[in-house]
C-alpha cells in the first residue's frame, strides 16, 4: 500500500510540475497589461521582453522613456484586427477585451479613411 501511494504521490508531482512548466497563452489585453506594467516600473528589458523574437528592437531606450512620458495611472484597452484587401481598401475591426463564453466578439467596424492607410503600412 505505501508504494502505491508513493507513485501515486509521485505522478501527481510529475503532473504539477509539468503544468506548471507550461507557458500560458497570451492574448493582446494581457500583453498590453504586461507592457503597461513594465512601462509604470520603468523596467525597459521586461517591456521588450513582450515583443515577437526579431523585433524587440524596434523601439530604443530613449523612445522608451518618451512613450513612458504619456501614460496615466487609468488606461483603457482595445483589441483591433486589421483587414487589407486587394483593392487597397482597410476595414479596422474592434473586438471586446474580455471573450464572452470563450469567443471574442466584435464592438465595432470602420473603414480606414484613404489619409489613415500610410499609418498602417
Known sequence: MKKRN???IIF????????ACQKTNQSPLTSSMSMKTSMDHSNYEEFKDAYA???????????FIEIKSVLTSK???KTYELLKFDNGQMILIE????PQN???????IKIVPD??????K
Open 95 to 98: 473586438f471586446a477585451p474580455i
Open 6 to 8: 508513493i507513485t501515486a
Open 102 to 108: 470563450g469567443e471574442y466578439m466584435v464592438e465595432g
Open 53 to 63: 523574437k526579431g523585433e524587440e528592437s524596434w523601439i530604443s531606450e530613449e523612445e
Open 115 to 120: 489619409e489613415l492607410k500610410d499609418f498602417f
Open 75 to 77: 488606461t483603457s484597452h
Open 12 to 19: 501527481l508531482i510529475s503532473i504539477l510540475s509539468i503544468t
